[in-house]
């Protein structure tokens, strides 16, 4: 798999691309946003956003314009306005340094299998379980009987659907439905689950992976 890594610190790219190469990534690095605009075709695009010569965001969107790649953000503990702005320009996931190349080579696949499966054709809708999730008409039906949700409570579950029962993390499902990463909106997001899953009344079709987030159980 191809990836670009766009970094201005010359240290922390170093020790990335040596590790990703040593998992069997083929890497290329740019050292800022012109330069990353110039480069290759890439699958996945490993973005810092804080480049010596634009704003990443506005390198994020020209990226974005090929919606068959991936892009994962990178920032640093503290500059969680960064994500926010990243996740709604267009990325598909972020990365937190310090991380581990476990952690990064897994999000890696998650992005990859979503751009892989979703961007061609989105589905319109999709079956799980006995429950059949319409995207466009916004509605959920078993047996043809509709079942009402809130609209937070359909945003949540079609992201959910959408993920194809990989693990979707409480941070994304923020962004994604609430559009913020404030850690508050984190109780709101566990009561949402709650009504969800009583109104589903599907037990076990939403599983909780304690401390990460939730994902469709696969059926
Ligand atoms: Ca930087």
């Known amino acids: 798999m191809r990836v670009l890594l766009v970094e201005d610190d010359d240290r922390f790219a170093d020790a990335l691309m040596t590790a990703l190469r040593r998992h069997g990534y083929q890497v290329e690095r740019a050292r800022s946003g012109g330069e990353a605009l110039a480069a290759g075709a890439a699958e996945v695009v490993l973005l810092d956003l804080g480049l010596p010569d634009m704003d990443g965001v506005d390198v994020l969107r020209q990226v974005r314009a090929d919606s068959q790649i991936g892009i994962i953000v990178v920032t ?53 379980g006995p429950l059949e999730v319409d995207h466009v008409r916004r509605s959920v039906c078993r047996d043809g009987v ?74």
């Open 146 to 219: 509709e079942i009402p949700l809130t609209r937070k409570e359909f945003d949540l579950l079609a992201t959910l659907v959408r993920a194809e029962g990989a693990v979707v993390t409480r941070e994304s499902l923020l962004a994604e439905v609430w559009h913020t990463t404030w850690g508050g909106t984190m109780r709101s997001l566990e009561v949402h689950v709650a009504s969800l899953r009583a109104k589903l009344n599907e037990p076990g079709l939403i599983e909780t992976v304690r401390g990460i987030g939730y994902r469709m159980r696969k059926s």
């Open 76 to 128: 640093a503990r503290g500059e969680e306005a960064q994500r926010v702005r990243g996740l709604r320009a267009g990325a598909d996931d972020y990365i937190v340094k310090p991380f581990g190349i476990a952690e990064l080579e897994a999000r890696i696949e998650a992005v990859m299998r979503r751009v892989r499966s979703h961007r061609h054709a989105p589905a319109e809708s999709a079956c799980v």
